[in-house]
């Protein structure tokens, strides 16, 4: 099993509509928890961090988490076709002096116009 | 803006040869990670510095692969030799400890 597994997608979705990317990871005591934008051709780039269960919002962008399920979802709302990326999940954990980051493979969003 | 300044952006060379790739992290970042992407593998962490102290290179081939971090301001990926399998993106990456981090914007590298 894959320490962080997501869907790669094509996820399509219409212009205005909600997509929905998940992500779910295997090691529980997994502390934080990233989602990161990659534009073809460039460097990831964060766009929301969360912590703790819940939802936290940021703009069109809400991230939720679900720690007993080992989920964690970005929502993005009103798609638009700049939207168009890569969404990759990032997930942190250790203890102490040492702590690792596994990323998902990431899916693709697709946002048609 | 802060950034994460990789050099050189674009790197080709023959097989056999050294490559040197370096990354200026964000000035106060106490830690540093080299990341590999490939279409097949994605996102793989080859190593991890902590305030200039590597604290994880298990994802690196030792026997051809090395990282430093000389001073704050400089890391380095050296690989010697190169093989074609080694093309890939290489990112560097910063941060703090319970933060996210910044990637600079990564060496292209293809081993002919």
């Known amino acids: 099993q894959k320490e962080v597994e997501q869907n790669s997608g094509p996820l399509s979705v219409p212009e205005g509509a909600i997509a929905s990317l998940n992500c779910t990871y295997s090691?529980?005591?997994?502390?934080?928890f990233f989602w990161y934008r990659q534009y073809s051709g460039k460097s990831p780039e964060l766009i929301m961090s969360?912590?703790?269960?819940g939802d936290k919002e940021d703009g069109r962008f809400t991230a939720q988490l679900n720690k007993a399920s080992q989920y964690v979802s970005l929502l993005i709302r009103d798609s638009q076709p700049s939207d168009s990326a890569t969404y990759l999940c990032?997930?942190?954990?250790?203890?102490?002096?040492?702590?690792?980051?596994?990323f998902g493979t990431g899916t693709k969003l697709q946002v048609i116009p | 803006d802060a950034r994460v300044t990789q050099t050189p952006r674009h790197k080709v060379t023959e097989m056999g040869q050294e490559v040197t790739m370096r990354c200026q992290p964000i000035?106060?970042?106490?830690?540093v990670f080299w990341y590999r992407q490939t279409m097949m593998q994605g996102l793989e962490l080859l190593a991890y510095?902590?305030?200039?102290?590597?604290?994880?290179d298990s994802g690196m081939p030792k026997d051809r692969f090395s990282a430093e971090m000389p001073d704050a301001t400089l890391a380095t990926l050296k690989i010697q030799p190169s093989e074609p399998r080694d093309s890939a993106v290489y990112f560097c990456?910063?941060?703090?400890?319970?933060?996210?981090?910044?990637f600079g914007s990564g060496t292209r590298l293809t081993v002919v």
């Open positions: 990456a910063s941060g703090l400890v319970r933060s996210g981090y910044t």
């Open positions: 090691d529980r005591g997994s502390q934080s």
């Open positions: 969360i912590y703790s269960n």
């Open positions: 990032a997930v942190k954990a250790g203890s102490g002096g040492y702590q690792k980051v596994t």
């Open positions: 000035l106060g970042h106490n830690t």
């Open positions: 510095f902590r305030n200039r102290a590597p604290l994880d």
